[in-house]
């Protein structure tokens, strides 16, 4: 089971098992605890998208650069789309 997984399981408080026939499942959490851990999952998500674009966005000579902006952009878009995709779940936190 991957590791990043398992540790936002964790932080949300639930408890997973794994089954080699099904990959994981859920054993123990409640409805909270199941939102939480999708809110980790999705937030993780984000800081993934930002780590790819952000150091081309600090880099100004890489900004004037046609290709990295529009890179940049794209990064920018992505997490504006995944923030409100997921608008409810995380209540304005990512």
């Known amino acids: ?5 398992k540790l936002l399981a964790e932080q949300a408080q639930i408890r997973l098992f794994e089954d080699k026939s ?3 499942s859920v054993i123990a959490g409640t409805d909270q605890h ?3 851990f999708a809110e980790l999952i999705v937030q993780e998500c984000v800081k993934q998208v930002k780590a790819q674009y952000e150091p081309v966005f600090i880099d100004t000579a890489m900004m004037t650069d046609t290709h990295w902006a529009g ?3 794209c990064g920018v878009d992505s997490v504006a789309g995944i923030r409100e995709h997921f ?6 936190t990512i």
């Open 1 to 5: 089971m991957n590791e990043r997984i």
């Open 34 to 36: 199941l939102e939480k």
């Open 71 to 73: 890179y940049v952009q």
């Open 22 to 24: 099904f990959g994981w």
């Open 87 to 92: 608008s409810e779940l995380t209540n304005g």
